[in-house]
């Protein structure tokens, strides 16, 4: 009944899961220790990206306070 699934069909195509053997070779746990790697140099990509957003965030604080300031005369003119 699983084979005439029209879903597992379309979503998996003729790959769906369950259908092969899967056998952990020597290739594969090359892969598996890659893929780790590369999973930790996404980590530091991702604490980079994190620190330049902040020190932009630091550049633009100025800015934010004259918006502020700004605003609270808005606020205080449409109020009075």
Same mark, same amino acid.
Request: charged share 30%.
């Given at each position: 009944? *699983?084979?005439?699934?029209?879903?597992?069909?379309?979503?998996?195509?003729?790959? *769906?899961?369950?259908?092969?053997?899967?056998?952990?070779?020597? *290739?594969?746990?090359?892969?598996?220790?890659?893929?780790?790697?590369?999973?930790?140099?996404?980590?530091?990509?991702?604490?980079?990206?994190?620190?330049?957003?902040?020190?932009?965030?630091?550049?633009?604080?100025?800015?934010?306070?004259?918006?502020?300031?700004?605003?609270?005369?808005?606020?205080?003119?449409?109020?009075?």
């Amino acid at each position: 009944m *699983a084979n005439d699934d029209f879903f597992t069909k379309m979503m998996f195509g003729a790959n *769906a899961p369950g259908r092969h053997e899967e056998t952990e070779t020597d *290739a594969e746990a090359e892969t598996v220790e890659d893929a780790e790697v590369s999973q930790e140099a996404d980590y530091m990509h991702v604490l980079n990206q994190v620190g330049e957003i902040m020190d932009s965030l630091d550049e633009l604080k100025p800015v934010f306070k004259e918006i502020g300031s700004m605003v609270s005369a808005l606020k205080n003119k449409i109020s009075i």
